[in-house]
């Protein structure tokens, strides 16, 4: 299958290849003279998923995959959620994001948390949504320089302490939101 991926980010890319079924050519949005980031204006995950997806599904005509994804912080009432990626404001970098998150929880014991992601698949007959999630917890201190994002801060209940930073792509693509996500919508792609 020949899909077009909804993301610029390397990182991401490499990780949704690393689930995707052996053999399915990706394209990105540059492949097509689209670049920049595409527009997420949204309230919730499943909004900009679809928004992304649609989008390039209209440009391109080319079956559009999108992911958004976010992390939940109980003790922050779900912040920074939909907004993850700008949390720390608009010319933000990961390490502000990390900081700002670090900095918000202070010493709180309470440092459950979840990644989200929700994936929108865009073809001739609309739009299906699918999402993956993962549970755990906010680390004291960045662990690790492996991924993105706030990778480095996750430490998800089901692995052995580490934080997502500290894992190989394949160790986290055992675990993730991500590949969580992929393996729904998969289910889904097979039943219809």
């Given amino acids: 299958m020949n899909i077009l991926l909804a993301t610029q980010n390397p ?27 595409l527009a997420e204006d949204g ?12 989008f390039l ?12 994804s976010g992390l939940e912080v109980d003790a922050l009432f779900g ?18 994001n990390r900081r700002k998150l670090l900095d918000a929880l202070g010493s709180s014991l309470n440092r459950t948390a979840r ?9 001739e007959t609309g739009v299906v949504l699918a999402a993956g999630e993962v549970r755990g917890r906010i680390a004291l201190a960045e662990k690790g320089t492996q991924g993105f994002g706030y990778d480095s801060l996750f430490v998800p209940d089901e692995g052995d302490g580490r934080s997502f ?14 590949s969580r996500a992929v ?7 097979q039943k219809s």
């Fill in 79 to 96: 912040e920074p959620g939909v907004a993850s990626a700008q949390y720390a404001g608009p010319q933000r970098s990961d390490a502000d």
């Fill in 11 to 37: 990182h991401k890319i490499a990780e949704l290849r690393a689930v995707l079924p052996e053999g399915w050519s990706v394209q990105v949005p540059s492949d097509f003279g689209i670049v920049g980031e």
């Fill in 165 to 178: 930073a500290e894992m190989s792509l394949s160790e986290k693509s055992a675990l993730s939101h991500r």
């Fill in 57 to 68: 599904w209209e440009r391109t005509g080319m079956p559009s995959l999108a992911d958004d």
């Fill in 183 to 189: 393996a729904t919508w998969l289910a889904l792609l």
């Fill in 43 to 54: 309230s919730r995950l499943e909004e900009n998923a679809a928004q992304k997806a649609r």
């Fill in 115 to 123: 990644f989200r992601t929700v994936l929108a698949w865009a073809t």
